[in-house]
């Protein structure tokens, strides 16, 4: 018999005789189970194709803009203050505003930054669409603070 990993509601993990009060697992529970990990690492993946395609995409910036290296490198320095400036943000957001209401606030705001991005607009217009994009990548909650942590390792 294989032993399963079993957690409470608080996502402590239970052992031993813990586990003999609570009932077996449904074959629906176990479908919902590898659904929301397929998902997670769907989204996992996702997050880190973000993150590096703007290394290789910089000679094709430099190219369309005619700009130099200096300028194009500017989009690491505004996603960094970004990131930071969004996390330091989400600490008095999240309790005043709520967790769903900052995701859908930030994806709408990624959604249009990555809009105006697409469509060519002047670097100042992209730097901008960068920070504001990273900004809102930074609320992205405490609930998945823990999954961002692991996808910057």
């Given at each position: ?10 996502g ?6 813990e ?5 077996p ?16 690492c769907?989204?996992l993946?996702l997050?880190g ?14 190219q ?13 320095v505004?996603?960094?203050?970004g990131?930071?400036l969004g996390?330091l ?9 709520g ?19 697409a469509?060519?607009a002047?670097?100042?217009?992209v730097?901008s ?12 909650g405490r ?5 961002r ?5």
């Amino acid at each position: 018999m294989t032993s399963q990993l079993r957690v409470d509601s608080t996502g402590k993990q239970l052992t031993g005789s813990e586990t003999d009060d609570l009932p077996p697992q449904t074959r629906a529970q176990r479908k919902t189970q590898h659904v929301q990990l397929a998902t997670l690492c769907w989204t996992l993946f996702l997050a880190g194709w973000n993150d590096g395609t703007v290394g290789p995409l910089l000679p094709r910036i430099q190219q369309s803009y005619h700009v130099g290296y200096t300028i194009v490198s500017l989009v690491f320095v505004f996603q960094c203050l970004g990131c930071f400036l969004g996390a330091l943000a989400n600490i008095p957001l999240t309790p005043k505003y709520g967790f769903g209401k900052l995701m859908l606030v930030g994806s709408t705001c990624q959604m249009i930054a990555y809009s105006l991005q697409a469509s060519g607009a002047p670097v100042s217009c992209v730097r901008s669409c960068w920070f504001r994009q990273w900004i809102w990548t930074g609320h992205a909650g405490r609930t998945s603070q823990r999954l961002r942590r692991q996808h910057d390792l």
